[in-house]
Antibody, heavy 118, light 106 residues
Framework: EVQLVESGGGLVQSGGSLRLSCAAS????????MHWVRQGPGKGLVWVSR????????NYADSVKGRFTISRDNGKNTLYLQMNSLRAEDTAVYYC???????????WGQGTLVTVSS | SYELTQPPSVSVSPGQTASITCSGD??????VCWYQQKPGQSPVLVIY???KRPSGIPERFSGSNSGNTATLTISGTQAMDEADFYC?????????FGGGTMLTVL
């Protein structure tokens, strides 16, 4: 069974940093592109970032570019999101999600809540 | 940047057909996915590549995509289908989600 378990969320002051982790199991992690998607309180889904299976390619939403860094450790089956210079508008539940080869998100974690206080 | 537009809410009576639209420029040239999200839960893929259902998704869920509009159709809507629904497409190397539609079954 595919499992994605996020951790690392919490309360942080504006300008602070957090590192999210997503532990993957039940599939060959190193074969899949992985993404982060966030959802603000009462808001819709917003794509944040992606990383290729081989760590070579990364992309970011304009709203986080230069502040967030996505990475992965295929040996540990873990995806990361380093978030720096956090702003109140970054407050959200952050989901890690697996991209199926047919370009859809077929598995999602339970999410981890990040709250940025101003 | 590319945008996908959904109606904020749709209401349907139990047993009837619900249609949720997603609009974007030349959307018919892209593949569209749909996700269902119930309160307090993570999104679940219900339609991919415009009209394909993942295993475990009931046959009452179907999709279409043509021109500038993609449509998620739920036939014989049940109370358990009440949820938020999001369409999703790709714009170059970027993922775009619609704003979401709250489906109310009443």
């Amino acid at each position: 069974e595919v499992q994605l378990v996020e951790s690392g969320g919490g309360l942080v002051q504006s300008g602070g940093s957090l590192r999210l982790s997503c532990a993957a199991s039940g599939f060959t992690f190193s074969n899949y592109w992985m993404h982060w998607v966030r959802q603000g309180p009462g808001k819709g889904l917003v794509w944040v970032s992606r990383i290729s299976y081989d760590e070579i390619t990364t992309n970011y939403a304009d709203s986080v570019k230069g502040r967030f860094t996505i990475s992965r450790d295929n040996g540990k089956n873990t995806l990361y999101l380093q978030m720096n210079s956090l702003r109140a508008e970054d407050t959200a539940v952050y989901y890690c999600t697996r991209l199926h080869t047919s370009s859809q998100f077929d598995s999602w974690g339970q999410g981890t809540l990040v709250t940025v206080s101003s | 940047s590319y945008e996908l537009t959904q109606p904020p809410s749709v209401s349907v009576s139990p047993g009837q057909t619900a249609s949720i639209t997603c609009s974007g420029d030349k959307l018919g040239d892209k593949y569209v996915c749909w996700y269902q999200q119930k309160p307090g839960q993570s999104p679940v893929l219900v339609i991919y590549q415009n009209n394909k259902r993942p295993s475990g998704i009931p046959e009452r869920f179907s999709g279409s995509n043509s021109g500038n509009t993609a449509t998620l159709t739920i036939s014989g809507t049940q109370a358990m289908d009440e949820a938020d629904f999001y369409c999703q497409a790709w714009d170059s190397s970027t993922v775009v989600f619609g704003g979401g539609t709250m489906l109310t079954v009443l």
